[in-house]
């Protein structure tokens, strides 16, 4: 063996001049990052890494490939509790974690969404929601030597009495029934329905609906309840256990708590340990997964008028809000989806484009003046009051902000040439990368622990390491890429060049482009499908939507719009989309799944 740990046998290979013998090499480090002996798959996967930026196109793709083979992944990757009784207590899911026995090995768990809990035990990841807020759309993350995986948790209270609703389009089992059926010997007052294979092709799934204490109504977990719980994994072990509690506050999510490795009890027993049960509320159906197919031709169903001359605009998590940055005043325009109702929220300097965090508390608004060196900042906005929290300084012209899978707000900022990088919680800056001139957009591939950002002066989409934040890639592009969205599912990243009337796809994994594809005049922004089947340019020049086929390319439709329109922002459930016209001071609905 090698200092590096790595058999000599396979440094040979892989520091061959000959680029078959690196091939062969990457198989080699493959077969061993699969294997028992961590701290070789350990090895493995760090020299897989290193031959991404190998000089041959075909070992390089080869090992991104190998790297996506042995890294974590989670079965299914979404979790929609549907619409609960507004008295239910508890509700538990579980997912599988696939990948080699490095996957496993010391991960850690957290989570991010109001009542989210997680454990991990082996291999299964199991996910309680206590309902405390009206609507959940969180996430759970397994974070380890393998690389991250997450799964998006959904679910929507109901009124009191109200028996669990499924997702719309939600179909479930294998053999013609709608809904998973009860299993046989579960204790009294416990229900778990196994969903099968989903028909939208999430994984099989398990929810298990735990009974309501003694107490009436929803309570929170306090401090006493999770000493009980931590005294009760401490007292059972747990083989592999990590476990994850998030409590209500906007404080960032609390390190996981490993456990020893002893047997692990079942997590009922963990849960109910907590809080015992008598009794359960009266469960009907349990959708896992909901399932909104993208439509090739959208066709506009609406418009709404927000104030001058909007620009950014971001849907909430739970899809009620939508906010819109209006740059030719200091509003920031808060719509309610339903009611049409705008309320303004007076800003400090004049509002450009819009994130919102994970947890839909926050809402981030970058800031500059028209002189483009003047007002530079973001402004941190609480979604519950309506009121600005504090603001953040930046560099000069922060751009189209986004919130990273880890919570993390990435700012690109246009005149310096680099990203900046705020903690989530805290946010404190934490990093600073250059980049080449000048940063418009960034995008993320969780699966892939990379980020892309859309480079206007340089025509060049820069690739970012995540776990090091160092520089990957330049990949050239169409002339004065202004946006850059990553596919749902993290495999494509669609580029828009304005300058050129064209888009650009990007395979996240072997960062092979294709393209340019023809659009309207002068794209601005681009986004997504929930589904990842389909793409969006906004073409400011001549007032429309193109919509592109997210993985060849073709454009399937042209959607007229309103006047100069800036920017698209998606629904999380995947039905409509918003797009802000800034020469007419109102955004256009769009109908975009079924």
Known sequence: MSDTGLPQSVLTEIGSPIRESRLTGVDELTRLAWGADLELAAAARHALQQMTEDDSRSVSAAAVAALERTAVRLDPERIDFGTVAAETQRLVAEVRVDGPPLAVA????????????????????????????????????????????????????????????????????TSGAAYGTSRGAEPEGLRTYDGGMVANG????????????????????????????????????????????????????????????????????????????????????????????????????????????????????????????????????????????????????????????????????????????????????????????????????????AVAPDNKLWVPIHSDGRLEIFSSGTLRMVGELPVKPNPHAVGFSSDQMRAFTANHESNAVTVIDMRTNGVLRSIPVSRAPHSIAVSPDGRMALVAGYEADAANLIDTVTLKRSGPFKVGRDPQSVAFSTDSRYGYTVNEGDGTISV??????????????????????????GRLAYVSNGGDNTISILRVGE
């Open 106 to 173: 010391g991960a850690t768990v957290t989570v991010s969404g109001p009542g989210l809990r997680a454990m991990l035990s082996d291999r299964t990841l199991r996910i309680m929601w206590l309902p405390r807020s009206d609507w959940l759309d969180g996430s759970v993350t397994v974070r380890g030597p393998a690389g991250w995986a997450d799964v998006r948790v959904t679910g929507q209270v109901g009124a009191a009495g109200a028996p669990f609703a499924p997702a719309a389009g939600a179909a479930y089992g």
């Open 202 to 401: 999430y994984g099989p799934s398990r929810v298990t609906v735990l009974p309501a204490p003694p107490s009436p109504g929803r309570r929170q977990i306090g401090t006493t309840v999770l000493v009980a719980i931590l005294t009760t994994l401490v007292v059972l072990g747990g083989a592999g256990v990590a476990m994850a509690l998030l409590s209500d506050g906007r404080s960032e999510p609390p390190p996981a708590v490993a456990l020893p490795t002893q047997p692990q009890p079942q997590p009922a027993e963990v849960f109910e340990s907590a809080e015992p049960a008598t009794s359960a509320p009266e469960v009907t159906r349990v959708p896992l997964a909901q399932r909104v197919k993208s439509v090739a031709k959208p066709r506009v169903i609406g418009t709404i008028r927000v104030g001058a001359e909007p620009e950014g605009v971001a849907v909430a998590p739970d899809g009620r809000t939508i906010y819109v940055a209006n740059q030719n005043s200091r509003i920031l325009s808060v719509v309610d989806a339903a009611t049409r109702k705008v309320t303004p929220v007076v800003l400090r300097n004049t509002p450009r484009f819009v994130a919102v965090s994970r947890d839909g508390n926050t809402v981030f608004v970058s800031m500059y003046e028209d002189d483009k060196h003047t007002g530079s900042g973001v402004a941190v906005v609480d979604t519950r009051s309506r009121k600005v929290l504090r603001y953040l300084d930046t560099g000069h012209m922060p751009y189209t902000l």
């Open 548 to 573: 592109l086929n997210g993985r060849t390319g073709a454009v399937t439709a042209t959607v007229k719009v309103g006047k100069s329109p800036r920017t698209i922002g998606v629904s999380p459930d």
